[in-house]
């Protein structure tokens, strides 16, 4: 096990405060669980029960009351749920540490948005894609292509909305039947794979990946249609592009789904709230775990940099004059015989309350290091 529970709990008088906001899935309870490990609180935030209230303000309401504070919220939800989370984000970004910004929501529940977005980072390679509102458009298009392509529906998830058309003929008529539920469709190059891979990113880093196999006589690889899977062991370019990607979406925290082809890998998707079974069951790692290590982590970071800044800010209130970055000139405070010292000295020096440390004096001297 990568915690060191001990090591941690001593962060916990810091009262860091976690809330994830979802639908409760078993992936959402996972992280939620190892997220407790770390955090003084961690709150499961029902999605369904949050309300935001624009008026002369914005409020962001659960059950009926203003959500409480906290230094992380994690958000995770399917495209149903886009508009919310992204309201929610927007409005909580410069309030704590929010993992996704409100965009990638948007972006990422959108193939077409984010076949955009990636298209503009030139270390990550595509299948060609399509778009067009208008159907007409689209069938004089179809008649362009090399056979086989896919049509993808720009919301579909867990290959549910992947078509697979072997000709024109084929393709005319899928479009056509889209046409009648007017759903927008996106045409891409069919690409032969050798590979079907998720990476999870977490930061900089990739914290579990595998390889996923279509049934057979399935086009699809997803674990959601019953594919089979295995540990990968990832390559440089596949890293570079996951994590280029994530950036690019700006989500700390998310999939993404390549294909190995023969002309190298290509992103299809970036996935905001990935299911973490699958990827758990096959790489036998901790990734809830380790997600929730990151959070926690980027939380404390966060934190850290803020106090240093709200410090800067206090000196200049008090008319303190800074040194370099340790020696402070200020006055001697005493109470009852006992030195005092300013609060931005405990924050600078990151003592616990409670710490084994050593007092050295001599006259005009006092130096207080960790025992
Ligand atoms: N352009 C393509 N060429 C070949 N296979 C594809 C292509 N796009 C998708 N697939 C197959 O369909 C699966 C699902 O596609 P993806 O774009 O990731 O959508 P979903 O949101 O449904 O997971 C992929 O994992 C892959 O096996
Ligand atoms: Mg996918």
Redesign the pocket.
């Known amino acids: 096990m990568f915690i060191n529970n001990q090591f941690f709990k001593i962060f916990r008088y810091m009262g860091l405060k976690i809330g994830i906001i979802s639908m409760g899935s078993k992936s959402s309870r996972m992280i939620l669980e190892e997220a407790d490990n770390f955090f003084d609180e961690a709150d499961h935030i029902d999605i369904r029960k949050i309300e935001v209230k624009i008026d002369d303000k914005t409020t962001v309401l659960y059950d009926g009351e203003p959500l409480k504070d906290y230094d992380c919220l994690y958000m995770r939800g399917s495209f149903r749920y886009s508009s919310l989370l992204y309201a929610i984000s927007e409005h909580f970004k410069d309030k704590c540490y929010v993992p996704l910004e409100a965009n990638s929501h948007v972006i990422a529940h959108d193939?077409f948005k984010t076949h955009l977005k990636l298209s503009q980072v030139s270390s990550i390679k595509m299948?060609a894609t399509y778009f067009t509102a208008k159907i007409t458009e689209t069938k004089s298009f179809l008649k362009t292509l090399n056979y086989p392509i896919?049509l993808?529906f720009p919301s579909?998830?867990?290959?549910?909305?992947?078509i697979?058309a072997e000709s024109y003929s084929s393709a005319a008529s899928m479009v056509d039947a889209l046409d009648v539920f007017s759903q927008p469709v996106l045409i891409?190059?069919?690409?032969?794979?050798n590979s079907?891979i998720r990476v999870i990113v977490a930061g900089d880093k990739i914290i579990g990946a595998m390889r996923?196999f279509?049934q057979k006589g399935e086009?699809?690889?997803?674990s959601h249609?019953g594919g089979d899977a295995e540990p990968y062991l990832v390559t440089p370019e596949v890293k570079r592009m996951s994590i280029d990607a994530a950036k690019k979406i700006k989500a700390d925290v998310c999939a993404i789904?390549l294909?190995e082809s023969d002309y190298g890998p290509q992103i299809?998707?970036v996935?905001s709230s990935p299911g973490l079974q699958k990827i758990t069951e096959t790489t036998k790692k901790n990734i809830a775990g380790e997600i929730a290590h990151f959070l926690f982590e980027e939380t404390l970071r966060r934190k850290d940099l803020k106090n240093k800044s709200d410090s800067k800010d206090l000196n200049k209130d008090m008319g303190i004059e800074e040194i370099g970055s340790r020696d402070l000139v200020t006055e001697l405070k005493m109470n009852a015989g006992r030195i005092i010292l300013p609060e931005f000295a405990s924050k600078q020096s990151e003592f616990w309350p409670g710490e084994e440390v050593v007092v050295k004096t001599s006259k005009g001297k006092i130096e207080i290091t960790k025992g």
């Open positions: 193939k299948p896919i993808k579909g998830t867990h290959g549910k909305g992947v697979f891409q190059d069919y690409i032969h794979i079907d996923r279509a086009v699809r690889a997803n249609q789904d294909i299809l998707e996935n």
